[in-house]
């Protein structure tokens, strides 16, 4: 389970915890990464001219460099990975959904893959690129705090109207246990994720508007980070 989901789904985390998950996820992915890459040798002029062709906009590795920052290394490594998955270079909804059902074969990845496919494909073209793939990533392992929260804003607010209302969070934690399927331990029942909504809502909503904003939701976890 990643770090989005285990300080949301979880419900004995108060939301501070998010900020705490993000450094422990990066870090352990930027650890991952660099040792990996270490084996992986592939010289820069090649990948440039692979990269430019799978960019929406042809760019060089060290224009890549600077809007993802990530290192060159670790894009070798990163594309290198993405074209095992993806050999032809843009991943549908029905391909994401067979990556996760490989990763979980015990869940059911209809829901889940939707949600999370509709965050990374930025441009609602029905696939994503390596250029998608990588920026999200970015985001996720070298982003600020506030653009992790953004994007954990963003997967949740599945209608796409800048809201949060019970009903998204309710049915992205449903479609995350879907996926885990017997794999999720504890076990949990409809009703008490509905108690967990509620709970989140108690913290976040305190005037009971019914509906939380972006601004709300990342001034919130950031404030309650710094109390505690």
């Not at 108060?14 to 040792?35: A, M, Q, V, Y």
């Not at 890549?64 to 050999?87: A, G, W």
């Not at 479609?175 to 029942?189: F, I």
Request: glycine share 4%; hydrophobic share 35%.
């Amino acid at each position: 389970m990643s770090w989005v989901h285990s300080a949301i789904a979880t419900t004995d985390r108060r939301p501070s915890r998010i900020l705490e998950s993000c450094k422990r996820f990066s870090r352990r992915l930027s650890t991952g990464i660099t040792r990996a890459v270490r084996r992986i040798q592939v010289p820069d002029a090649r990948l440039d001219s692979i990269l430019s062709k799978n960019f929406q906009h042809p760019r060089s590795l060290d224009e890549i460099v600077k809007c993802t920052r990530f290192s060159k290394s670790e894009i070798r490594l990163l594309y290198r990975s993405f074209k095992q998955d993806c050999p032809g270079g843009n991943v549908s909804e029905e391909r994401l959904r067979e990556i996760y059902l490989q990763l979980f074969p015990q869940g059911n990845s209809v829901k889940y893959a939707h949600y999370l496919f509709s965050v990374i494909d930025r441009n609602h073209r029905g696939t994503f690129t390596f250029d998608d793939y990588i920026l999200t990533l970015s985001v996720l392992c070298r982003g600020t705090i506030d653009e992790k929260l953004r994007w954990i804003f963003r997967l949740y607010d599945i209608n796409g109207d800048g809201q949060l209302t019970r009903e998204n969070v309710t049915e992205v934690i449903l479609s995350l246990y879907d996926l885990l399927g017997t794999a999720a331990q504890p076990r949990v029942d409809e009703r008490e994720i509905l108690q967990h909504v509620d709970k989140i809502f108690e913290s976040f909503d305190p005037m009971q508007t019914e509906e939380i904003t972006m601004d709300d939701f990342i001034d919130y976890c950031k404030r309650v980070s710094f109390m505690t």
